[in-house]
């Protein structure tokens, strides 16, 4: 396995507004000026490199030997030796870091008027007391000798 480097290309597409007050001929040029905006496109495209692994064969070249007998019966034996190529490929198993977006955030505070209504009810409220008698209690002892 071999690394290589190859490139990411990332793109963005964003429009750019150019606004510009123009006076208006209508009115023989009095009155409010009128805002012309115009788009330009822009495209803006960078490279991210990154590894990768690629597979990369050789050729291995190993003496293969047989044995074999004559046709005709003899007492000697002789070995046959020929080359054959082996192909011996190996992969690797690399992982890479996911690269994480980075956001930045500016505060942007706008000053909001306070709307307050002049249509509102308004309603007092007065305490409504009734007058009631409270019950009372007497208590007479009666002395009882035994």
Do not use: W
Not at 7 to 32: A, I, L, P
Not at 53 to 69: A, G, I, L, P
Not at 70 to 76: L, T, Y
Not at 120 to 134: A, F, G, T, Y
């Amino acid at each position: 396995m071999e690394e290589q480097v190859i490139n990411d290309v990332t793109c963005t597409n964003t429009v750019e507004f150019n606004c510009q007050r123009e006076k208006s001929t209508k009115n023989d040029g009095y009155g409010q000026k009128e805002v012309v905006c115009t788009r330009t496109p822009k495209q803006d495209c960078y490279n991210i490199p990154r590894k990768i692994q690629v597979e990369v064969c050789k050729t291995d070249v190993h003496r293969y030997c047989e044995k074999f007998s004559n046709v005709f019966p003899f007492p000697v034996e002789e070995q046959n030796c020929h080359f054959e190529p082996k192909k011996i490929c190996e992969l690797q198993q690399k992982t890479r870091p996911k690269k994480a977006k980075k956001y930045s955030y500016t505060k942007d505070c706008k000053e909001q008027p306070r709307e307050i209504c002049d249509q509102c009810e308004k309603k007092s409220i007065q305490p409504v007391c009734d007058m009631q008698e409270r019950l009372q209690c007497s208590y007479v002892p009666k002395e009882s000798c035994r």
